[in-house]
């Protein structure tokens, strides 16, 4: 009796089983998926709702980004004010000569703006090309001296200076101005590129000695306890600013705080329109000393020789025409 039924019992024993993985399966049920998807869990939900993936922790990255997180984040470093030169030029033999001299340093000095104002009606060739391969951010301008005023012991460079002005004026009118310094670079003078460094600090007015000028060796602002009080000069030492044009720079924003302020024809003699010009925007209590108290040589009127071209026209002239 007893073998009877364990015979049955180990016969239906297989059926049950497969009855109870089949009622385990839920057919409505879609199979897993295999894929390479992140998987989300519900408890990691961003703002709004969304899911955010969690991540793999993986030992050694983890640990460099909390070293990382614990670092202060390195702030970027604040732009340099923009050095705005503005420099008069006119046709002459060494012309290109001294505007090559000029762009080498100018090449070299960071966040600088080349404004050059010729003296013509229209814009030369020769300048033109000049500019276009000196790899250098430039403003290029003309404006024509007045017959009349292209005498020897008339002022020069007046409507070309400012020009430029005007030309930083019309920039600037419609947008905030970013700091930034201007100076007036003839291009007959020679710079130390440790100048450009002294006047980038121009809070209103700067100063600094000038090589070379006034019949002197140097001319330069006399300056006690850190403020100008007088003038060491070859030439009127009864000038408001006895200062070679060479000699200061001026912040952008009193440039633009001060849109009359110009170079003047009228009223003003040789030699006397730094002064003119100054009046108009700052007292010599103002001034800054540049350059360990004015008593440096930054810059030099160095005024390239003239040169001889005698024998121009006693030979015969070139079959190819090569700019000089």
């Known amino acids: 009796m007893k073998s009877a039924l364990c015979s049955r019992f180990f016969i239906l024993l297989p059926w049950i089983l497969i009855v109870i993985i089949m009622l385990d399966v839920d057919p409505r049920r879609p199979a897993p998926q295999l894929t390479s998807r992140p998987y989300f869990s519900p408890h990691a939900v961003g703002c709004g709702g969304s899911r955010v993936p969690l991540r793999r922790s993986i030992p050694g990255r983890d640990a460099a980004e909390k070293r990382n997180e614990s670092r202060p984040q390195l702030q970027p470093e604040p732009r340099l004010p923009t050095i705005y030169a503005i420099t008069p030029t006119y046709s002459r033999p060494v012309q290109k000569a001294e505007l090559t001299r000029l762009a080498n340093t100018f090449r070299q000095v960071a966040q600088l703006h080349w404004i050059l104002v010729e003296d013509r009606a229209t814009r030369s060739e020769l300048v033109s090309s000049f500019l276009a391969r000196a790899g250098l951010p430039n403003t290029h301008l003309h404006v024509p001296t007045p017959r009349r005023y292209k005498r020897p012991w ?11 002005l005007a030309w930083l004026r019309q920039r600037h009118q419609h947008q905030s101005a970013q700091p930034g310094v201007l100076f007036f670079a003839d291009d007959d ?7 450009f460094q002294e006047m980038r600090t121009t809070r209103k007015v700067s100063v600094w000695p000038v090589g070379l ?9 006399l300056v006690k306890n850190g403020k100008v009080v007088g003038w060491y000069t070859g030439w009127r030492e009864d000038r408001p600013f006895a200062i070679d044009m060479a000699g200061f720079a001026v912040s952008l924003q009193v440039i633009l705080s001060n849109p009359k302020a110009v170079f003047k024809r009228r009223g003003s003699q ?23 108290n004015c008593t440096k040589v930054l810059v030099w009127h160095t005024r390239t020789e003239k040169v001889n071209l005698a024998n121009e026209p006693k030979y015969h002239l070139d079959t190819v025409n090569i700019e000089v």
């Not at 008339?154 to 430029?164: D, H, I, M």
């Open 154 to 164: 008339l002022p020069r460079a007046t409507e070309q200076r400012n020009a430029g």
């Open 213 to 221: 000028v006034g019949g002197r060796r140097y001319e330069r602002p």
């Open 270 to 292: 040789p030699g006397m329109q730094e002064s003119d010009f100054l009046k108009q925007i700052t007292t010599v209590e103002e001034l800054e000393p540049k350059a360990s």
């Open 189 to 195: 003078n020679t710079y130390s590129l440790e100048l």
